[in-house]
């Protein structure tokens, strides 16, 4: 790509042609603030915090969506534009919700940031009328606070150009507009899939999950409860973010660790039924292959896919695997399985998830997940969620010493680790389906073309004489491609892996929030994975079927993968649903 | 400014469907369609109600949520039907010192709808208007193409009585 020369705050800089000037001062290391900006998703110049001086420019330009040219003179830190933006700072908080104190965001907020950057002194300098609003509370997993939305279209930008679903978006005009759905309608009427990537995005208070840390809290207190815990792959490649740990450092130990000392009668894994759903999810694959099944067959793990696929695709569902998820079978399993060996009636059993998902709170409460007549699950937080209790309970990260899961329902291996990114669940099928197949061990456990964090990819893979064509995508966009395919009989594929999360799990709506700085110049959801495929390549064992809890399971309890019991416990159904 | 759904219940014909149908057709391939596609459904229906936004959104693969938010920021748009007396209450400089905020709120206490709407049975609509060039007669305001002028609060039942 052909270059420009140009200066920024008098020092010489090279940038690639068609690059904006705030690209351009990123590679140079000067640093522009923004507030609505982010890369490839929300380039509206609308904040003017990125406000620059160009020399020969009418007025002040947005870096964020001005392009870089041969010569141009560029100034991102003079006094005017300092003033500019402490000026616009003060502006957005004439009408903003500044309780700060009890505020979710408060000591990670980018708008409190930048407020403390620029020395804004008097939060109402300018008092006028304030909009007013009721918070959302109607959706499951999450609630919107308007009164803390500084209109960036962050959320609405991320939920219709990387999601495809578009349930959010600015209403009205000028000093009215809120982001809102179509006819005010709460989110939990609309036909939102609970992915919480909103949240991801929004820089402010105005979104977050519904905390459930309190109900935790008062199942461990409840003396009459035994209450078990189960952490997604996701979870400890991205908790350690919370308490200072670079991105990508595996914490699993302290994880686990923490949980014990936050009262935990036993801390399990989800890494262990995400094997289970690889034995019955290659059982089922296999049987839809030998007896002329629905195919492609779709994974079915991912909550805001799987209400996306009754959303919008109601008539393709037949695809989905009847799996239930991980999170569903572990609860399933501990309230039948677990509950009968250790002599606890399943009532009497409190099962916590720690999920990297918002979904997941959604998912917990659909119908057909009571394998015991009871809720398979009865919490689930998040992976924030999880860092706001280790803090409440004054636990010190850093200093907990590394500690291992409990027996039966912690013991995993390489393949259900990898659930976490984007081409996890596929792989680790696949190294189970091979050998089931072909009756030998694999040379080597990892199908490399199905990792990486491009949004669709694509492989076939000769087992036994039959080419088994795959496919992999993240990001409901993504996913829409390829259903549209299936939907028009274009596709020619076996097996589809679908994570409604782009990138997978790693990057769910349930994660640590990652400050726009950050997001729109590392690739998170690269460093997150990396983090799971080391954590595989270092098992002994990486591959769901030789994990010997989960051959105990089969042996003691559900017989054969595929069985009538398995199915009973293990299996679920999906509704159609509309598109509001 | 819009307002939210309209109070006076859908009667869409089969005709208008049709026409609409039609319009989307001709018109959905096109970049940026669904401005002209909006401003052809309030010239069928004379509004845009939920049932046609739906359509719209059923028809082209567009988020409810997008039509409702470009119906709702552009003022050409109207979510609510007009009635079959369209009051029409001058808020130009003149109107306004003489009193007319003081008529248009009246108005709407008496009518129980807020500016843009319409009465649920359909018998009058309310809106804000600027200068209807009487400038003489203010506070003035219209009923379909009737002129009323120097009005007092005291006059609206008076008037509001003579249609039925």
């Known amino acids: 790509m052909e270059n420009v020369n140009l200066k920024i705050n008098g020092l010489n800089v090279t940038a690639p042609a068609g690059s904006t000037i705030l690209e351009a001062a990123h590679g140079a290391g000067i640093r522009i603030p923004t507030l609505c900006w982010l890369k490839e998703i929300n380039e509206i110049g609308a904040c003017r915090m990125c406000v620059v001086e160009v020399k020969g420019a009418k007025g002040l330009v947005a870096a964020c969506v001005y392009p870089v040219a041969e010569g141009m003179e560029v100034r991102t830190n003079t006094k005017r534009l300092l003033d500019a933006r402490k000026r616009t700072l003060e502006l957005l908080l004439s009408t903003h919700d500044k309780k700060c104190l009890s505020c979710v965001r408060s000591g990670h907020c980018e708008l409190q940031e930048l407020c403390q950057e620029l020395g804004v002194e008097d939060e109402d300098h300018f008092a006028g009328e304030r909009n007013h609003y009721e918070p959302d509370t109607s959706a499951v997993h999450m609630i919107r606070d308007n009164n803390k939305c500084i209109l960036c279209r962050r959320c609405s930008a991320v939920c219709e150009k990387v999601q495809s679903v578009g349930v959010i978006g600015p209403n009205n005009r000028g000093f009215a507009t809120f982001i809102g759905s179509a006819f005010e309608m709460g989110l939990g009427d609309t036909s939102c899939v609970g992915c919480g990537q909103c949240i991801a995005a929004c820089p402010t208070g105005a979104l977050y999950e519904k905390d459930n840390t309190d109900d935790v809290l008062a199942a461990i207190a409840d003396e009459s409860k035994h209450v078990v815990v189960q952490t997604a792959p996701a979870v400890r490649v991205a908790l350690g973010e919370e308490f200072g740990y670079p991105m990508g450092t595996d914490v699993e130990g302290k994880m686990a660790a923490a949980l014990r000392r936050i009262g935990f009668d036993k801390v399990f894994d989800t890494d262990f039924s995400a094997d289970l759903t690889i034995m019955e999810e290659a059982h089922e694959f296999l049987d839809r292959v030998q007896n002329g099944g629905v195919l492609p067959m779709m994974t079915s793990c991912s909550p805001g896919w799987i209400k996306y696929c009754e959303h919008y695709y109601p008539d393709q569902l037949a695809h989905l695997s009847s799996c239930k998820s991980p999170q569903q079978m572990f609860g399933a399993i501990t309230k039948t399985y677990y509950a009968e060996k250790m002599g606890i009636p399943p009532e009497d059993i409190v099962c916590v998830s720690v999920m990297p998902c918002t979904a997941k709170k959604f998912e917990l409460q659909r119908d057909d997940q009571y394998a015991a007549g009871v809720p398979d699950v009865d919490i689930s937080i998040t992976t924030r969620e999880l860092a706001r209790l280790i803090r409440k309970v004054g636990i010190n990260f850093r200093s907990l010493p590394d500690e291992g899961f409990d027996d039966p329902l912690g013991e995993s291996t390489g393949a259900g680790v990898i659930f976490g990114a984007t081409g996890g669940v596929m792989e680790a099928a696949l190294r189970t389906a091979v050998e089931k197949l072909t009756g030998k061990e694999l040379e080597k456990p990892e199908f490399t073309e199905v990792r990486g964090t491009d949004g669709i990819k694509e492989a076939t893979y000769n087992v036994a004489g039959m080419d088994v064509k795959v496919a992999v995508a993240s990001g409901l966009g993504n996913a829409k491609i390829i259903m549209d395919k299936v939907r028009a009989g274009e596709a020619d594929y076996h097996f589809i892996e679908i994570m409604c999360c782009p990138g997978g799990c790693v990057n769910g709506g349930g994660q640590p929030r990652v400050h726009a700085d950050v997001r729109n110049f590392e690739d998170v959801k690269a460093i997150r994975a990396k983090a799971l495929y080391d954590n595989d390549a270092a098992k002994t064992i990486r591959k769901s079927h030789e994990n010997p809890a989960i051959r105990k399971v089969y042996e003691e309890y559900l017989g054969e993968p595929g069985s009538e019991r398995a199915h009973q416990i293990l299996h679920t159904t999906y509704v159609k649903r509309t598109i509001n | ?164």
Do not use: H, W
Request: a negative charge.
């Open chain 2, 1 to 164: 400014m819009a307002d939210k759904k309209a109070a006076v219940p859908f009667a869409g014909t089969k005709e208008q469907e049709e026409a609409l149908k039609k319009a989307i057709d001709e018109l959905k391939g096109e970049k940026g369609a669904l401005m002209p596609i909006l401003q052809k459904a309030q010239d069928i229906y004379g509004y845009l109600p939920r049932e046609v936004q739906k359509m719209i959104s059923d028809e082209t693969g567009i988020p409810m949520e997008k039509i409702y938010g470009v119906a709702t920021f552009y003022s050409q748009f109207t979510l609510n039907p007009k009635g079959r007396y369209r009051i029409s209450v001058c808020l130009g400089t003149a109107c306004y010192v003489k009193g007319s905020g003081d008529i248009y709120n009246a108005l709407m206490e008496k009518l129980g709808i807020v500016g843009g709407e319409c009465t649920p049975d359909g018998k009058f609509s309310l809106d804000a208007c600027r200068c209807v060039g009487a400038c003489g007669l203010a506070p003035v305001m219209m009923i379909n193409e009737e002129v009323y002028g120097r009005l007092t609060v005291d006059d609206l039942d008076g008037i509001l009585a003579k249609y039925e």
